[in-house]
């Protein structure tokens, strides 16, 4: 069973509709922390700020199961805010610790760029990947995904980086640490490339 992980921050939906259209029967959308640690997958999808969506993870009473989810080394995906929130802190929310799964910090796309590009950063952009593995397998590397931000992850142990894009500066966009993945961008709004990806986080639960 995949958990989609219902903490009242996330766009749960458009992943349950891209999973099924995969042909993934067992799919729940759950802020049970009991149904999470009996889930054999769990995805933490995410939207809005940092700071409210560590309030609502807290008194959802999931930030210690997610953690343990995490640390049963069973496969998870974070996506866009669900990458943020496995760092330790965000520039948005200056003062709300993270979950503190990976070390580095989330910054802001530098001011000084706002006058040649939008910020948000939203629209289609490029991937140069550091991995091929995981969630990449059959990726070409120089894939277009979907974007939706305003702060990128700088991750400070470089091993776990997998890819990265530029947008005014270069910066993180996915990270993987055993069958730890998260993303900054919506494989779920990607098209095909994005779809692969979830095939391929879905096959990595049959292999586990």
Same mark, same amino acid.
């Given at each position: ?29 759950t ?21 409210h969506?560590?309030e ?12 343990e989810?995490?640390?049963a ?34 910054r ?18 490029s ?20 974007? %939706? ?33 998260? %993303?900054?961008?919506h ?13 391929n ?8």
């Open positions: 069973m995949i958990a989609l992980i219902d903490y009242g921050a996330g766009n749960l939906h458009s992943v349950a509709n891209a999973l099924a259209f995969l042909g993934c029967r067992d799919v729940r959308i802020g049970s922390p009991r149904e999470l640690s009996r889930a054999d997958a769990a995805i933490l999808p995410g939207v809005g700020s940092f700071g969506a560590m609502c993870l807290q008194k959802s009473g999931l930030v210690e199961p997610v953690r989810f995490i640390g080394d069973k496969p998870f995906l974070g996506i866009c805010l669900g990458l943020h929130m496995l760092f330790e802190g965000s520039e948005e929310s200056p003062g709300v610790p993270g979950l503190g799964i990976l070390q580095g910090q989330i802001r796309i530098p001011k000084e760029y706002d006058w040649e590009i939008k910020i948000p950063h939203m629209g289609w952009n991937l140069a990947l550091t991995k091929t593995e995981g969630l990449y397998r059959g990726i070409e590397q120089g894939a277009y995904v979907y974007f %939706v931000h305003s702060y990128y992850v700088e991750a400070q142990d470089r091993q776990v980086v997998s890819a990265r894009t530029e947008y005014g500066i270069p910066f993180d966009v996915s990270v993987q640490r055993g069958n730890l993945h998260a %993303v900054q961008f494989p779920e709004k990607s098209g095909r490339v994005g779809l692969r990806m979830l095939q986080f879905t096959e990595s639960i049959a292999q586990g």
